[in-house]
């Protein structure tokens, strides 16, 4: 199991805690993770990429092992920590004021 | 009538604000979808416990939610607003073209006839449409494709469609209002449009008569005369007696005829209000004083409304769609201001309280007048 920390307005709209398990058969990449987080919470649509183009909104990050993952290839796979389920995908929002 | 429920769309949530017909003593529950922009909340008018909120941030984009109790509890629905066909471009700031982007609901219109049906306004411009209760959403493509599209232009605001007027006697009649591109209206259900622009007066515009590119701000039309049409434009208060077919100044002896937002009593359709603001430049009321101006002849004599309003160091704005009327005897006006506070008048203006003083910038208000 993948495990994948939402930010506190995407925890409230899903109706979870702070980390989820989002299972992922295959690579664990980005593209698969987020798939699969949408497949299972289909609320999240759109909220961390655009539902079309599937492309990063532009105040989301996404973190992993202390690494910046937001500009990576969406194919790239994520760290073996991440894809063991030792350490999470953190789901940022971009500090930004407000 | 047994009371009134006020729907208050803030910066950070939506407030839900109940009183019996006294309209003295308020609850207040909120704030729902705490932190999010919530533009508008509205009631469908033929189910009065069925509500629809659009829920934004710039994090995390559009969410829908839907309530079927009246406020206590909400679902989200669909939030699919994807353009129909080929987007084309419209005008930026620069005078560049720029193609459509979707950024957010600006502002939901229940239909009056089935709970059902709803509009969607969005920016950048384009009206959509569900048939299923908000689950999925169609965009009626003939406005964003008019032909005129090329030229419309965004307001400091965004090019957002955020005034749905339906006529209560024609459900394919609609009117809507974009900034800057002004009213457009339908005669069959949103297929077709044409501009509704004749007569509006726009020095910000290199042609002040186009057909489009007016900053229209906000339209509001009593149900019994669907005919006349009231309008705040950026700068001027107008008024239409022919469907839109063409529009004549009614700005008589306010203080300044810049402002949002434009209402009309609920039992005298030739009374309406107006809160006037310095100019667009200075987004608050002239002179420090928060004054609601009512004309009881249709415009152009308009009395100040000052009674229970701050008449010192106010420098709030109210938003265009941040006032609203209810169906009570005595007829209840209601705003918001971007300080947080929402002012109820339950006798048609005369006198004004806050209901709530510390919300954080209204950007909308409705009011639902419950049986």
Redesign the interface.
């Known amino acids: 199991m993948i495990r994948v920390v939402l930010?506190?307005?995407?925890r409230?709209?899903a109706k979870v805690g702070r980390e989820i398990e989002v299972e992922v058969s295959g690579p664990v990449t980005q593209r698969s993770v987020l798939d699969a987080l949408e497949a299972t919470y289909p609320?999240l649509?759109?909220?961390?990429r655009d539902?079309?183009t599937k492309k990063r909104?532009?105040?989301?990050r996404f973190f992993a092992c202390e690494e910046d993952w937001s500009n990576a290839e969406l194919d790239e796979p994520l760290p073996e920590a991440v894809a063991s389920g030792k350490e999470p995908l953190l789901v940022i929002?971009?500090m930004?004021g407000? | 009538m047994s009371g009134v429920r006020v729907l208050v769309g803030t910066r950070k949530g939506a407030f839900v604000l109940t009183s019996d017909g006294k309209r003295q003593k308020w609850d207040v529950s909120g704030p729902h979808f705490a932190g999010w922009e919530v533009y508008h909340v509205k009631g469908s008018p033929a189910d009065p416990n069925r509500l629809f909120a659009s829920q934004s941030t710039s994090w995390f984009g559009q969410v829908i939610q839907r309530s079927d109790d009246g406020g206590k509890t909400w679902e989200p629905v669909g939030k699919d607003f994807a353009y129909d066909g080929p987007t084309g471009t419209h005008l930026w700031y620069d005078g560049t073209p720029h193609p459509w982007e979707f950024a957010r609901v600006w502002h939901l219109e229940p239909s009056l006839h089935d709970p059902d049906t709803i509009y969607a306004g969005v920016e950048d411009a384009a009206l959509f449409k569900s048939t299923d209760g908000g689950m999925s959403w169609q965009e009626l493509k003939g406005l964003r494709t008019h032909t005129s599209a090329g030229k419309w232009q965004p307001g400091a605001g965004g090019m957002c469609l955020h005034t749905i007027v339906e006529d209560p006697t024609d459900a394919k009649r609609i009117f809507i209002a974009i900034s800057s591109a002004g009213v457009f209206r339908t005669e069959d259900g949103g297929e077709t449009w044409e501009p509704m622009n004749n007569g509006l007066h726009s020095k910000e515009i290199p042609e002040p008569y186009a057909e489009v590119g007016h900053c229209v701000h906000r339209i509001a039309m009593h149900p019994s005369r669907p005919e006349t049409l009231f309008m705040q434009k950026h700068w001027d208060v107008m008024r239409s007696d022919d469907g839109g077919g063409s529009w004549r100044e009614i700005s008589g002896n306010l203080p300044s005829d810049f402002g949002f937002p434009i209402d009309v009593h609920a039992h005298e359709p030739e009374t309406i209000y107006v809160v006037p603001i310095t100019s667009d430049s200075e987004h608050y009321p002239p002179d420090g004083k928060l004054r609601v101006y009512r004309s009881r002849s249709g415009g152009n004599e308009w009395e100040a409304l000052t009674n229970g309003l701050p008449q010192e160091n106010c420098y709030v704005n109210v938003l265009r769609d941040a006032m609203a009327v209810d169906r009570m005897d005595s007829c209840g006006v209601y705003f918001g201001t971007t300080g947080g506070q929402v002012y109820a008048s339950a006798d048609s203006g005369d006198s004004w309280a806050p209901i709530v003083r510390d919300l954080p910038a209204v950007l909308s208000v409705e009011v639902q007048t419950l049986a």
């Open positions: 930010p506190q307005h995407l409230t709209l609320v649509e759109g909220t961390l539902r079309q909104r532009a105040m989301v929002g971009a930004a407000g």
